[in-house]
């Protein structure tokens, strides 16, 4: 298998995105960093994709493009394109099945595709793509090249830190039907409350937004539980507000957990405690290896990009007179 720019970021002990700017925006880096990441290339036998694929255009398929992390993930993947000047062709289905398979469809005829976190059923996914090159973000289909984010660890380490504060009662505001990473996190929850021995309660799947978190308030409140965790960050500060509008306060009444550190989580008051998710090293890894199947190279799946729990003012211990 070919070498990639991943392996020789990390050979020279830099970011993917500043090992892409020495080959195609040499004269923005200090020179010791530009020489030390040549001589990685050299050393691993790294040839760059854009010497070989020529312009392309790819297209990007997304739930949501109004959503914080679709937005992170666009960004990172346009400034990934931008150095091989690829154009990128934006498809976005509004959480709409129909749609995402329209948007499939169109976005197929173009050079490459980057699907990100498609609802359509595995099957389905797969008669569409047909044989087109094509880089799956954040969920696993078989047959294709797939960029996971880690669901395991930070989750994990969420429910680990609301038992270390007390709680013996948590609820999982679940996310969009249909959403992968959302059952891959809710098992995570799950199987972490047995491990601590904490009551779970799963609420019924909303909107991956502020709105589906507000819809989930009432849910949350008479579940019992004096922390939440939820499918994201939106879903999470639309349960704040809408507990707030129900008397319960955040973290005095009930303690919050989000997913995906978007800019806003730390802006809020108080600042929301969530599971960093590498949603912008994702994007660009996603187009490095878009542009290595179009070279015709054989690609296998990355290691899955690790999580961390952030740790700030949303989490609480329990008021002493719950039970």
Sequence with gaps: MATSLTEVAKHAGVSIATASRAFSEPDRLASSTLDRVRRAATELGYATPQANVGTRTIGVVVPDAANPVYATLLKAVQGQAWHGRHRIVLFDTDEDLR?????????????????????????????????????????????????????EHGPSQAVEHLAA???????????PLGSWADDRRADTVERACERYGIGLTRLSHHAASIQGGRAAAAAAAASGATAIIAYNDLVALGLEAGLADLGRTCPADVSIVGIDDIDLAGAVTPSLTTVRMPIARSGALAVELLLNLLTGAAVDDPPELPSQLIVRGSTAPPRSDVS
Aim: aromatic share 2%; net charge positive.
């Design 99 to 151: 749609r995402e398979r329209e948007s499939i469809e169109l976005a197929r005829r173009l050079d490459g595709l980057l699907l990100c976190s498609p609802r359509l059923p595995e099957t389905e996914v797969v008669t569409l793509l047909g044989d087109t090159p094509t880089v799956v973000v954040n969920r696993s289909i078989r047959g294709t090249v797939s960029v996971v984010m880690d669901a």
């Design 165 to 175: 504060l007390g709680h013996r009662r948590i609820a999982y505001a679940s996310g």
